[in-house]
């Protein structure tokens, strides 16, 4: 399974164990959307392309 992890914020240490407790055993990709232009053509093509989305506040 593939996961896209999408962080709205820099992540905590919390939220980089939860990821990679979620991620284990799986394929798993990271988008920022804290950067100054998120590229969100890129974004919808990685969450067309994954199995699973999650968004992290």
Same mark, same amino acid.
């Given at each position: 399974?593939?996961?896209?992890?999408?962080?709205?914020?820099?992540?905590?240490?919390?939220?980089?164990k939860?990821?990679?407790?979620?991620?284990?055993?799986?394929? $798993?990709?990271?988008? #920022?959307?804290? @950067? *100054? $232009?998120?590229?969100? #053509?890129?974004l @919808? *093509?990685?969450?067309?392309?994954?199995?699973?989305?999650?968004?992290?506040?």
């Amino acid at each position: 399974m593939k996961i896209l992890h999408v962080y709205r914020s820099q992540p905590d240490e919390v939220v980089q164990k939860l990821a990679a407790i979620v991620s284990e055993g799986h394929t $798993a990709e990271s988008f #920022d959307l804290a @950067v *100054d $232009a998120p590229d969100y #053509d890129r974004l @919808v *093509d990685m969450v067309m392309d994954a199995d699973k989305a999650i968004c992290w506040w």
